[in-house]
């Protein structure tokens, strides 16, 4: 029988799983009006302004067990910022232009296999034969998904995923060291809001015409002359809203949530259930095919993640027993 907290927490994990499954979908019906550089810095800015509440609350509570912020805290939140949202979100918003929505979902799911290896090195964190075992199976998808022999897929794209999902990887193993002290919630709503806010001060300053000119004329036009009203129409509003709003603000409070009310190995079943859903989305949604190589490096990439999260959730399971 579950608890009410179970349940909620399930709850929360299908919101999760449904938030992040349409992500890249979303992104791709708004990619075409908006420029990436202004979706990923106003997606987290009123992200982390959705999460703020929230976050104030926590540090009320911590605040009362004499736990504080300093100004170290928040330099090292603006740190997060860089690399978590400046660095690999921009990634990933530019993987969004150059490959399907179902190929960078799926990739970017493997996320949490990467924080393992990364945990290891930085944290020295165990790990075990089974992180391996899912680590290697999470390759052999990778390769499937690529199909190198046929390379239907733009390099661009497999590139760019791939390089943001380890630097996020890498986001989020960093970030533990402050979670330790303020709690995941706190620490994602601070590097959402530095990172967007750095993020718009690099978007100024290509807006510096000899700036601009060296940016345009090394192919970086993206980033130059970004533009921070404009694009939004009443046909793509309701869309930015679901981004913004509901993905990145709702979407990361529910998970967070979601492990508070069962556990981070439980919560991390939204990256099991995601390369599942978001290519289905995708077919029905976007009419993107599924083609069978993609079909078995998903398989692969389930198989990885289950052999990576099933012995902790059974352990979780027998010592609640």
Not at 167 to 172: C, E, G, S
Request: aromatic share 12%; hydrophobic share 55%.
């Amino acid at each position: 029988m579950l608890s009410t907290n179970q349940k909620q927490g399930y709850f929360c994990i299908a919101v999760t799983t449904v938030f992040f499954s349409l992500m890249e979908i979303v992104l791709k019906f708004i990619g075409g009006d908006l420029n990436p550089v202004q979706v990923t810095f106003s997606r987290f800015l009123f992200g982390g302004l959705v999460l703020l509440p929230f976050a104030l609350n926590l540090l009320r509570r911590l605040a009362a067990e004499d736990v504080h912020m300093e100004k170290a805290d928040l330099g090292y939140f603006a740190f997060l910022g860089l690399v978590g949202i400046v660095i690999s979100m921009m990634l990933y918003q530019l993987a969004t232009l150059h490959a399907n929505a179902s190929v960078v979902a799926v990739l970017f799911s493997s996320n949490p296999l990467f924080v393992l290896v990364l945990a290891y090195l930085i944290l020295h964190e165990p790990i075990h034969i089974r992180n391996v075992v899912a680590l290697l199976l999470d390759i052999v998808g990778i390769v499937f998904i690529v199909d190198p022999w046929n390379m239907e897929i733009e390099f661009a794209g497999v590139a760019l995923t791939l390089s943001a999902t380890l630097i996020f990887a890498l986001y989020t193993v960093l970030g533990k060291r402050k979670c330790y002290k303020f709690g995941g919630l706190v620490v994602t709503c601070f590097g959402f809001l530095f990172g967007s806010a750095e993020l718009i001060c690099l978007a100024l300053l290509g807006h510096i015409p000899a700036v601009a000119d060296f940016l345009v004329a090394n192919g970086l036009q993206n980033f130059a002359n970004v533009p921070f009203f404009s694009g939004y129409t009443l046909h793509n509003l309701p869309m930015v809203l679901f981004v913004y709003i509901g993905v990145t603000g709702l979407g990361f409070a529910s998970y967070f949530t979601a492990m508070e009310k069962t556990s981070a190995n439980t919560a991390a079943l939204v990256f099991f259930f995601k390369p599942v859903l978001a290519p289905i989305l995708a077919f029905l949604i976007l009419h993107e095919n599924i083609p069978l190589h993609m079909i078995i490096g998903i398989l692969f990439i389930l198989t990885g993640s289950m052999t990576n999260l099933l012995p902790g959730l059974r352990q979780r399971k027998d010592t609640a027993v």
